[in-house]
């Protein structure tokens, strides 16, 4: 039993025993009383509930939010039944995504609504996990094996978004470390690369390619001869700048040794895209490498280490410069006899073949020579020749010499077989063909200055003798003749031919000792000025083949050859450069000697149509004279254009106009150093262009590389804007910077540096430079190694920049701390979101990756290069997710990726969105055979895009996730290498994400009992319910509950049960509901019967069945997957299963009525993990192609097994019967189209595991489990909450009831003095004393009860009965127990004794508690009751009810005559009469004056009843323990007391005052107070006062005239009395334990006077004749109407 203690004031304390529960609350059995007065216990009991009303509230409101975070123990605390998620689910919950086509559906419809607010990226997103570390979409360039590459080989790849295309692989060795693209309006047309490769695919390549969209390779006419550093692709133009480390496009070395230096590009080269021809520059390039490109506003600056450009005499063509041969001296040595073939000059300008007159022979077997004496002087560079094949004749091989002192000259020529160049002396070979064969003269200038004449000697020939059918001499440089008949060949092709002009009196000179005729014009010295001799010119128009720099030479023939050095005079020079330009100077020609002077330098354009450059050469007016020559005179013979180098202070940086056009290079070259450059021996690594700060768009050029200007402040970085160099902020950065990009307003640099060059800031090899603010910030930590690349990343958007180089770690941050990202040579980085991002798959290290995201006019396509194992689009361990608009996306953020196992496994078999229901934020948790970083193992949670730890390891592989409510169900494979360990993985763990621990569950076991074998493969979920099913291996459940393969765990009682009685024989691989109804995959055998692999629960039925058409499939069911339909609700699922037969993936679909099979083809090597319909709409046409709106997949009887506009979508590992190997596919139309690829990291292919959605949780039933202290907290808050209730009630019902007790008083007490006045019958003093006594007493009954005034000693007993005997207390009238209330056991108002009862019932407070404990004595002669406050309370009574109490009293006056006449009038007030019962102590006298002393035997000896013959027996045995006792009467037997009337005399003067009593009575009155007080002094040591008043109130005391009250005539006693109340019999013993409690034992009887509680009763127990009477309280519980039968009377033993 629990009861509570009450007090005031303090808390409740909690009491236990071994008997039954009365209740869980009790009545308070006494109210303590207060020793300080009204005015303290009044603020006592304020403050107190006060603090109750205040706790109640605080608990009540705090109540509902602390139960909805419940924080206690799950098993021990007590359960709330709730539905945790209202909102309706959809009847299967599949892992394979079934609700694809229904959320497919939703997103349609409410597309307007989604784009109105995208606030969660994930929505409508599908989750993608399985075995690989790549994903991208299909490419056929992959041939399905999604990318897997030979890392012995470079790879070429396309990237997109969402695919990785190959384009190409290089067999042999060398890497890609240049690109662009080629756009052709505005779509991809080709990509360039460069490097060192020489190989690609079976193409050779020569450094340098292009690769289209189809994947033709552009050889580039062989490319260069050297590795590309560099590529630049101008759209505009269609030109492709390349740059490296080569000196000649490969193209230019071999085609012939003519050209062969002139196409020297020196690290240069323009490639027209077009045209698929190189475009020769008009320059030869530079001097050193070039590693970068970048164009500002129309101009490409070009950016290396090189200093000037190669374009001097070395790079010219040989062939452009003819020799007049006619003009020439030709013999032959040993001419032919043959007539018409024995002229050397038949092979000058001839146009035929072999034929006379147009041949040179020699004699039949002899050697010969052919010989060429010039007649001016002149280099000769090119020799060509023809050989001839009359009759089978011709030269073999031939030997040059030199005139006239017959040295060998060393020449080279081009293998015709291998393209190269060879170097020949004594034997050239020259083929037998109709081709020039070309010959270049290679010995230095000096020699060939000097020569007059070649010899070429024929050593070897075919046939019958040698000879030539063409010949043809060039010489290396521009030159022009002043005689015109030496310009130029007859015969040459050119449209330009050099010539000269003369104008005044200039004559031919020929010197004996001068190798040529050249003119000279002389006049009188005298008149140099004349207008005659200033006119003499000679005009000299060069032909110039290519614009340039050259360096002009004058031939001057010597003074001494003609005797006339005293008269030769100076010449005047004026060079005509261009349209606009001239340069004049003064040549002086006094040599003695032959001279070539140098006149001119500078830059000239070439010859054209329509300008060429001129030189004009008169006499000078102001020349030196010798003042005795009487004619002064001045020659011309030729003039040289010798080629040199444009610039030499280029520093690393040259300027390329846009357009090359010839004719615009009339005004100046097309090419240009910077206005103010670098320093010297400056290195510039890289360019791009982008904006300064106020600067107009894309009119800056920034530079990084390695240099440095200590009076400008700027190191290794700047920028080149108004033709300055300007530094940038913190002077640029410490190190060597290898790479630039700019994006939006800021540049981002990467290379060998730590930090700015003001050292104030650590940057670790990149940076980022914002130009709006001119400040550097760190890109976090940057990188643990050397940046070569920089460059947007086009396909993550323009918000992505691609950093490459020899590094394997950037540092980044993961909000808390910094963290070491572990990469290979390639980083993402998020210039929005400020932090490093996810990169595509690239197993092994790039050298390239390139996205020209700067162009307007392109798709988004990056390329990369490099040895890798495997690529894709997107970086994802295992997991992946697929947007609405069909892009992958990656889940975590970069450097927290799961990992593999331990033991190197990896692979995700399952994912979910954990979400507790609708209201909260879904969480991504995957689980599978993989690591965390943070140490988690094979489950993982998505927390703030990092994957971490989720409440426990799983020391086992996970094969399926599902949660209900907060609970998370994890199964998988069991443990069963460390079965010692408490936490080792049982196949099943069950999670409470509430309070991240796990939720204990009794395991799982195999048929042995242990975890051999166990696995769990499926956990469904039943709506709406509290069971969750568990399908796989496993035979126990909770140690030795049978539950074979399948089993029912509730999530509220944590027990197990069995799913009806099963036929499974093997583990069950699936679970699907579809509404009520339970579809299991497994296999089921029940005897005989033929195997099914497919059943169904009913749970409505709660049996077993069959599934019609399921013993069609031919073998396990792997995979159930709901079927839409294009419905809402639908019963069909679709099967996919393993064939026993030959072990194929076989398709069904049960249509919700039998199990049918579609034609479906699939290579049988598959493995099918998924399969589902997904509407045609919202599959991408790229995909599927157009014009394919429905699927016309059927069974095989020809009925439509999906409906229209729906394909069907394939996932797993699928080999498709085209040959491909895809990882998910639509089947649609009867075709395949593969959709999704995946690979793994050793190269091999991955596949899908599993696919699922964002989908609202399953609706369970889940009682939610409060904390014990919560429980506590809650439990005390009620009961306080309770207790202060009933004390309010109880309190206003107590004022209530005094306040109209004592109205009621004081009116009767008024009426009968009223009546008293007016003549009336006189009452007995004594009978109005009693009256007066007994209002009095009434009314100082109701102040006591309204003030709460008790002691220890004095209590009143809560429910006790208002009156206590039968006789009226004036009249001796019986009292009629009619009258009491059968529900309040209060007498009823209206009644003759109504009102005297009222009063009566008012003195209970002062029924003190020494009526009932005889043993209390100490406390009984320690009472003194001052009743201080009495007649205060009585008279602010009854004011209030005295007009009403007189009324009443004359109304009863008028009605009955006389107040007072009769004893027995209906007015008198009646008295409860004392009850007295019989003591042994009491003396003879007593006994004998008593009438009726004594009694009969409650129990009858001959009573048949049993139970009351043993209470007989016991009671003439002995007697009980005494209980009472009970006063003597006078007449010595014993009664039930009446209230102490020690106060009666003081009650009796109050009341004669307040009614205005006589004043003999008062006096009366007062004299009986003072007799009174008297006599309460004398007997204070008395035993009990009760006794004193019983001996004063005999008959031989009362005064004369006083009548009886309680005399012996009226007294009935007490034992018959009792047989007026109800019996009870005491069921069991009921030990009292605090005053005022009733004790009994079993079978005792207990007379009931007071049921008016329900818990507790007031009762009588009788223990025996010679014992008293005790009466008291006790529980009701205790009690039976019914008697203990005979068979109970062993207990009452």
């Not at 070009?302 to 013999?331: K, R």
């Not at 004594?1326 to 008790?1350: E, H, I, P, S, Y």
């Amino acid at each position: 039993m629990v009861r509570s203690r009450s007090r005031v004031g303090a808390w409740t304390r909690i009491e236990t025993t071994t008997a039954p529960a009365a209740s869980s609350s009790r009545m308070p059995s006494a109210y303590a009383r207060s020793a300080h007065g009204s005015h303290t216990r009044t603020a006592t009991w304020s403050c107190t509930w006060l603090r109750y009303v205040a706790v109640l509230a605080f608990v009540l409101l705090a109540t509902p939010s602390l139960a909805a975070e419940p924080t206690g123990s799950a098993l021990s605390a007590p359960l709330s039944g709730t539905n945790v998620d209202p909102t309706p689910v959809p009847e299967s919950n599949g892992e394979l995504g079934e609700l694809l086509g229904r959320i497919a559906e939703n997103n349609e419809e409410d597309s307007s609504e989604e784009s109105a607010s995208d606030s969660d990226d994930n929505e409508g997103s599908i989750g993608i996990v399985g075995a690989f570390n790549g994903v991208s979409s299909f490419s056929p360039g992959s041939n399905g094996a999604a990318l897997g590459l030979d890392s012995n080989s470079m790879s070429l790849l396309s990237l997109t978004e969402n695919s990785a295309t190959l384009l190409a692989a290089a067999s042999a060795s060398g890497q890609v470390t240049a690109a662009c693209t080629i756009y052709d309006s505005g779509s991809f047309k080709k990509v360039f690369m460069g490097g060192s490769i020489s190989m690609l695919n079976t193409t050779t390549v020569g450094y340098v390619f292009g690769v289209d969209a189809s994947g033709n390779i552009d050889s580039m006419l062989g490319g260069v001869n050297g590795p590309v550093n560099a590529l630049y692709c101008d759209n505009e133009t269609q030109l492709v700048y390349v740059g490296g480390n080569f000196t000649s496009t490969v193209n230019g070395l071999t085609s012939n040794v003519a050209t062969m230096r002139s196409t020297s590009t020196g690290s240069l080269a323009i490639y027209e895209a077009t045209g698929g021809a190189w475009r020769p520059f008009s320059f030869r390039g530079l001097n050193g490498p070039v590693f970068d490109f970048a164009k500002v506003s129309k101009n490409v600056y070009a950016v290396g280490a090189f200093t000037s450009t190669v374009d001097n005499a070395t790079h010219t063509a040989l062939n452009e410069q003819p020799m007049d041969l006619s003009a020439c001296t030709i013999t032959g040595g040993n001419n032919a006899e043959i007539q018409g073939f024995s002229d050397p000059h038949n092979i000058i300008c001839t146009q035929n073949a072999d034929s006379a007159g147009n041949t040179w022979l020699m004699r039949d077997k002899l050697p010969g020579y052919y010989r060429i004496d010039f007649p001016f002087k002149a280099t000769p560079s090119l020799l060509r020749l023809m050989n001839t094949l009359y009759e089978g004749r011709g030269t073999k091989a031939i030997r040059l010499e030199a005139a006239p002192n017959n040295q060998a000259l060393t020449m080279s020529y081009l293998d015709p077989e291998t393209h190269v160049e060879m170097f020949c002396t004594q034997s050239c070979p020259l083929p037998q063909d109709y081709n020039w064969h070309e010959f270049r003269f290679v010995d230095n200038a000096d020699v060939l200055a000097n020569i007059t004449g070649i010899i070429v000697n024929i050593v070897d020939w075919y046939g019958m003798g040698g000879g030539f059918n063409k010949i043809e001499l060039y010489q290396r440089d521009a030159s022009v003749h002043a005689i015109d008949e030496y310009n130029a060949s007859p015969c040459s092709s050119q449209a330009i031919r050099p010539s000269s002009q003369v104008s005044g009196n200039w004559k031919p000179t020929t010197a004996a000792s001068y190798h040529g005729s050249y003119l000279t014009f002389s006049v009188n010295s005298n008149d140099i000025a004349s207008a005659e001799a200033q006119s003499a010119t000679v005009t000299l128009v060069p032909f110039v083949p290519e614009s340039g720099f050259y360096q002009v030479y004058m031939s001057i023939p010597g003074c001494q050859n003609t005797n006339t050095c005293l008269q030769r005079t100076s010449a005047k020079v004026t060079w005509l450069m261009n349209g606009k330009r001239s340069v004049v100077t003064t040549v002086a020609q006094h040599n003695l000697n032959d001279e070539e002077i140098p006149v001119l330098s500078g830059y000239m354009p070439a010859s054209s149509m329509n300008f060429s450059s001129a030189i004009y050469v008169q006499l000078a007016n102001e020349g030196d004279v010798d003042p005795q020559a009487t004619s002064v005179e001045v020659v011309v013979d030729s003039f040289r254009l010798e080629r040199i180098t444009s610039y030499t202070d280029l520093n690393g940086v040259i300027e390329l106009y846009e357009d090359l056009n010839s004719d615009l290079q009339v005004n100046g070259p097309l090419y240009a150093p910077l206005k103010e450059g670098l320093p010297a021996s400056s290195a510039v690594y890289a360019a791009t262009h982008g904006t300064f700060n106020d600067t107009n768009p894309e009119d800056t050029l920034f530079l990084g590389g390695q240099f440095l200007d200590t009076d400008k402040n700027y190191y290794s970085i700047a920028c080149y804007r108004d033709e300055k160099i300007t530094a940038l902020a913190n002077a640029g950065v410490w190190g060597d910077v290898r790479a630039l990009t700019f994006i939006g307003s800021s540049l981002y640099a990467g290379g060998s540096f730590n930090g700015t060059a003001d050292f104030s800031l650590a940057l670790n090899n990149v940076g980022e430079y914002n130009t709006t603010d001119q400040r550097w910030y760190p890109l976090v930590g940057g990188t643990n190694g050397v940046v070569n690349g920089v460059v947007p990343y086009a396909p993550f958007g323009s918000r992505a920049v691609a950093f490459t180089g020899d590094f394997t770690v950037v540092n980044g941050d993961d909000g808390t701390s910094p963290v070491e990202i572990g990469v290979n040579g390639l980083a993402m980085w998020d210039t929005l979101a400020g932090g490093w991002t996810n990169t595509p798959y690239l197993e092994g290290k790039p050298s390239l990756v390139y996205s020209d995201a700067r162009s307007d006019d392109h798709d988004s396509v990056a390329f990369a290069a490099g040895n890798f194992n495997a690529a894709a689009a997107l970086k994802a361990n295992g997991a992946v997710l697929l947007t609405p608009s069909e892009n992958i996306q990656a889940i975590n953020m970069m450097g927290f990726d799961l990992q593999p196992s331990d033991s190197g496994s990896f692979v995700v078999n399952s994912g979910l969105w954990y979400a507790k229901n609708n209201g909260t934020t879904p969480m991504l948790v995957v689980g599978g055979q993989f690591r965390t970083l943070d140490g988690g193992i094979n489950i993982a949670k998505l927390d703030d895009g990092k994957w971490k730890r989720l409440v426990t390891d799983i020391n086992g592989e996970v094969l399926t996730i599902n949660n209900a409510a907060n609970l998370l169900f994890v199964g998988g494979v069991a443990n069963v290498t460390d079965t010692s360990d408490q936490k080792a993985f049982k196949g099943l763990k069950v999670l409470d994400m509430d309070r991240d621990r796990v939720f204990e569950t009794p395991s799982l076991k195999s048929s042995e009992g242990d975890l051999v074998g166990v696995r769990v493969n499926k956990v469904a979920i039943r709506a709406d319910t509290s069971m969750v099913v568990v399908g796989g291996n496993f035979t126990l459940a909770g140690g030795m509950l049978s539950c074979p393969y399948i089993c029912t765990l509730d999530i509220n009682e944590a027990q197990w049960s069995p799913l009806g009685s099963n036929t499974l024989i093997d583990q069950v691989t699936d679970l699907l509901f579809v509404r009520d109804r339970l579809i299991v995959a497994g296999t089921f055998k029940n005897g005989t019967e033929p195997t099914k692999y497919l059943r169904e629960f009913d749970f409505g039925l709660n049996a077993w069945a069959d599934i019609d058409g399921a013993d069609k499939l031919p073998g396990p069911v792997t995979v159930l997957t709901a079927a839409s339909d294009g419905q809402e609700t639908t019963d069909g699922f679709y099967i996919t299963g393993v064939s026993m037969k030959d072990a194929s993936p076989y398709f069904y679909k049960y249509d919700g009525s039998t199990v049918t099979a579609p034609k479906f083809t699939i290579g049988s090597q598959s493995t099918i993990n998924g399969i589902l319909e997904v509407p045609r709409s919202r599959i991408p046409d790229s995909v599927l192609g157009t014009g394919n709106s429905s699927s016309s997949l059927t069974r095989r009887d020809s009925e439509p097994v999906i409906p229209d506009n729906y394909v069907l979508a394939v996932s797993g590992d699928l080999y498709l019967p085209s040959g491909l190997r895809a990882s998910n596919a639509f089947f649609y139309n009867d075709k395949w189209a593969p959709f999704l690829s995946t690979i793994q990291d050793n190269g091999s292919p991955g596949y899908i595991s599993s696919v699922f959605f964002e989908i609202p949780p399953t609706n369970v039933y889940q009682r939610h489990r409060l904390s014990v202290a919560l429980v506590i907290i809650i439990a005390i808050a009620i009961a306080l909450g309770i207790t202060f209730l009933i004390v309010l009630v109880g309190l206003v019902y107590i004022y209530l009831r005094n306040r109209r007790e004592a109205a009621a008083t004081a009116s009767a007490a008024s009426a009968a003095l009223a009546a008293t006045t007016a003549g009336t019958t006189k009452v007995p003093l004594g009978a109005t004393a009693t009256m007066l006594g007994t209002g009095a007493a009434a009314v100082a009954a109701t102040a006591a009860g309204t003030r709460n005034l008790q002691s220890d000693g004095f209590r009143g007993t809560a429910g006790a009965r208002e009156t206590w005997g039968n006789v009226n207390a004036v009249t001796g009238e019986p009292v009629s127990f009619d009258n009491i209330a059968p529900s309040t056991g209060r007498l009823n108002s209206g009644t003759p004794v109504g009102l005297a009862g009222l009063a009566a019932a008012g003195r209970k407070a002062a029924v003190s508690s020494d009526t009932y404990v005889q043993q209390d004595m100490d406390k009984k002669a320690n009472y003194d009751d001052t009743n201080e406050s009495l007649d205060s309370i009585f008279k602010s009574a009854a004011a209030e009810a005295e007009a009403e109490a007189e009324s009443e009293a004359r109304e009863r006056a008028t009605s009955t005559g006389s107040m007072g006449s009769d004893p027995g009038a209906v007015g008198a007030y009646a008295m409860p009469t004392p009850r007295h019962y019989t003591s042994q102590q009491h003396d003879a006298r007593d006994r004998s004056e008593s009438p009726d002393h004594s009694r009969t035997s409650m129990y009858r000896t001959d009573s048949t009843n049993p139970f009351e013959q043993r209470m007989a027996l016991r009671e003439s045995q002995g007697a009980f323990p005494p209980a009472g006792p009970f006063a003597d009467g006078d007449d010595g037997v014993g009664h039930i007391p009446m209230p102490s009337p020690r106060h009666m005399h003081s009650e009796h003067a109050a009341a004669a005052a307040l009614a205005g009593a006589s004043g003999a009575a008062a006096a009366g009155l007062g004299a009986m107070a003072a007799k009174d007080a008297r006599r309460r002094s004398e007997s204070a040591s008395t035993r009990n006062t009760d006794a004193d008043y019983s001996a004063s109130q005999s008959p031989s005391s009362r005064p004369s005239g006083e009548s009886s009250v309680g005399g012996s005539s009226a007294h009935l006693p007490i034992r018959d009395s009792l047989k007026q109340y109800p019996v009870f019999y005491a069921k069991f013993t009921f030990s009292s334990r605090e005053t005022g409690e009733l004790g009994f034992r079993a079978g005792e009887r207990v007379f009931v006077i007071d049921q008016s509680d329900e818990i507790w009763w007031m009762g009588i127990v009788d223990h025996g004749s010679d014992q008293p009477l005790e009466q008291g309280v006790f529980p009701a519980t205790y009690v039976s109407s019914e008697p203990p039968k005979s068979n109970d009377w062993s207990e009452l033993m």
